[in-house]
């Protein structure tokens, strides 16, 4: 069935670059989505790429999508504390009654060190 | 603020009980989601409305159920509640499934 994975931790040091990745095995994904939760709070939409696009770039955010291997990342630039978080990757499924579900990665718990 | 709201914030309740949990859905929005989060199964999506009918099913357990109502809020019913069940249970809406959608803050039920 299909699949989105990450790894569970990213620690980093403040001001240097985060790179979360992402791997997904559906090929027909239209979307694909990156989600940051903050501590106690629900999912707030980063930013997402379109299945026909490389890259999209939105201030510190950059996303890279690899279609051939099926590989998405986000790059946070100049990493603050405020952007600690645990960061979803999710992919828009396979299509069901006309409808997208979204597969979801485990998620990435982004660790800044100080 | 994302628009959706949920309550109750938080439910503590036992073994054996019914819950419900109310999503209401940003102005305009049609789809409904309901997602559940636990430490050891990660976001599971549950299930999908649009505009008051059942569009998918996920990973949802026959003792949950769930229904949108002609204002197009939600209601997620749990009952015969296990230890397990304890979570984070979010709504999200969208205008349409293929839309962006925006979640709640979820509500945190704790079963004991």
């Known amino acids: 069935g299909e699949d989105v994975e990450q790894s569970l931790f990213l620690s980093v040091r403040e001001g240097d670059s985060s790179v979360i990745n992402c791997t997904y095995t559906?090929?027909?994904?239209?979307?694909l989505y990156w989600y940051k939760q903050e501590p106690g709070a629900g999912l707030q939409l980063l930013t997402y790429?379109?299945?026909n696009m490389d890259m999209k770039q939105d201030q510190r955010l950059t996303v890279l999508l690899n279609k051939k291997d099926k590989h998405l990342s986000l790059r946070i630039a100049d990493t603050q504390t405020g952007d600690s978080a645990i960061y979803f990757c999710?992919?828009?499924?396979?299509?069901?009654?006309?409808?997208?579900?979204?597969?979801w990665g485990a998620g990435t718990k982004l660790i800044i060190k100080p | 603020d994302s628009g959706v709201t949920q309550t109750p914030k938080h439910l503590i309740t036992a073994t054996g009980q019914r819950v419900t949990l109310r999503c209401s859905p940003r102005s305009g929005d049609l789809s409904v989601y309901w997602y559940q989060q636990s430490l050891d199964q990660g976001l599971q999506f549950l299930i999908h409305?649009?505009?008051?009918?059942?569009?998918a099913k996920g990973n949802i357990l026959e003792r949950f159920s769930a229904q949108q109502f002609p204002d197009l809020h939600s209601e997620l019913n749990l009952s015969s509640l296990e230890l397990g069940d304890s979570a984070l249970y979010f709504c999200a809406s969208s205008v349409d499934p293929q839309g962006e959608a925006f979640f709640g803050q979820g509500t945190r039920l704790t079963v004991v």
């Open positions: 790429i379109f299945s």
């Open positions: 559906d090929s027909s994904s239209t979307y």
């Open positions: 409305y649009y505009n008051g009918e059942e569009r």
């Open positions: 999710a992919e828009s499924g396979p299509r069901v009654d006309s409808n997208y579900q979204l597969i």
